[in-house]
């Protein structure tokens, strides 16, 4: 499956962002979709993952509260809305695609969508 993330932007913070996942012309019914980021200098660090069929969604800690992720299986998209942003989430996020429940780690996701640049700054 291929995958387009697009939604970033520069915001200050406190503010919101709603980052979208699309996979145009195909089906994501089938895969766990999950949340990346990667800030400047740091490794790539999961964010949020929501289940197939219907499945649970869940998050590092860091984003629990302040993250919500959403799929649309109908559509093929799949959203990360970004709350209460704070400099530190400053990064790259990619979403990306896996066959298997519940992973967090990234070896587990097969498919992978370039990342949106999401900058906070005042």
């Known amino acids: 499956v291929q995958l387009q993330a697009c939604g970033g932007g520069l915001v200050q913070p406190g503010d919101s962002l709603r980052l979208s996942c699309s996979a145009p012309?195909?089906?994501?019914?089938?895969?766990?979709m999950g949340w990346f980021r990667q800030a400047p200098g740091k490794d790539r660090e999961f964010v949020a993952a929501?289940?197939?069929?219907?499945?649970?969604?869940y998050y590092a800690s860091y984003a629990a509260g302040r993250f919500t992720i959403s799929r649309d299986d109908t559509e093929n998209v799949v959203y990360l809305q970004l709350n209460n942003l704070k400099p530190e989430d400053t990064a790259v996020y990619c979403c990306?695609?896996?066959?298997?429940?519940?992973?967090?780690?990234?070896?587990?996701?097969?498919?992978w969508g370039q990342g949106t640049q999401v900058t906070v700054s005042s």
């Open positions: 929501a289940n197939w069929g219907g499945g649970s969604r």
């Open positions: 012309g195909q089906t994501i019914r089938q895969y766990t």
């Open positions: 990306a695609a896996s066959t298997v429940l519940g992973p967090r780690q990234e070896s587990l996701f097969q498919f």
